[in-house]
């Protein structure tokens, strides 16, 4: 069980809008630590998708975004399209045991 | 361009030490402020990281695997390398290499494809 929380799966037919959330606690989301998102594309090494919190690397749409209030975090995309089907991992570091945490991800499929 | 480069044998036999080394291209494993690490990926579970070491040559690893794991560098070679001992099938997993980069805070943003590391009684 992660310590970071997310839902096992999301689901939005085409052009609709989805968020996955990442639940943490006081030791690291609510921590002042930031948040960072990967995309994993079936049989692929995880690709950045967000950092910082709410920061979209070179090349990342922005129908993808990002938020943290208190000890959660959430990533939004809007207007689905069927490349956006892929597992989705939150990422943080918890201050309490000196490591990186990653949610146990979130499959996300579009109808 | 920053390319990482995970190799070593797919097949560790149950008990012994698995071997694994990353290669960087198209940058310096001598960077000021970053940090090199390994994550792995069981068999349709997710991410979990192992271990990174900083520029300083501080290393910190998952606690839950301490006790296993021991990564080193080469900076000649411009790689890094990850030995996890007395392995158990629970070790199976998809093992990726991965920068973190810094900017007040860090994040990974250069993964290696994986290497498919099984272990076998």
């Known amino acids: 069980q992660s310590v970071l929380t997310q839902p096992p799966s999301v689901s939005g037919a085409p052009g609709q809008r989805v968020t996955i959330s990442c639940t943490g606690s006081s030791s690291n989301i609510g921590g002042g630590y930031d948040v960072h998102w990967y995309q994993q594309l079936p049989g692929t090494a995880p690709k950045l998708l967000m950092y910082?919190?709410?920061n979209r690397p070179s090349g990342v749409p922005d129908r993808f975004s990002g938020s943290k209030s208190d000890t959660s975090a959430s990533l939004a995309i809007t207007g689905l399209r069927a490349e956006d089907e892929a597992d989705y991992y939150c990422?943080?570091?918890?201050?309490?045991?000196?490591?990186?945490?990653f949610g146990g991800g979130t499959k996300l499929t579009v109808l | 361009q920053l390319q990482l480069q995970e190799s070593g044998p797919g097949l560790v036999k149950s008990s012994e030490t698995l071997s694994l080394t990353c290669t960087v291209s198209g940058g310096s494993l001598s960077s000021s402020s970053d940090c090199w690490g390994w994550i792995r990926q069981p068999p349709g579970k997710g991410l979990e990281w192992i271990g990174s070491f900083y520029h300083s040559g501080s290393t910190y690893y998952n606690p839950s695997l301490k006790s296993q794991v021991t990564i080193s560098v080469d900076t000649s070679r411009n790689q890094f390398s990850l030995e996890l001992s007395s392995v158990t099938a629970a070790d199976t997993a998809v093992y990726y290499c991965?920068?973190?980069?810094?900017?007040?805070?860090?994040?990974?943003?250069?993964w290696g494809k994986g290497t498919t590391v099984t272990v076998s009684s």
């Open positions: 910082g919190n709410n």
């Open positions: 991965a920068r973190h980069e810094y900017i007040g805070y860090y994040y990974m943003d250069v």
């Open positions: 990422q943080s570091y918890d201050g309490r045991s000196a490591s990186w945490l």
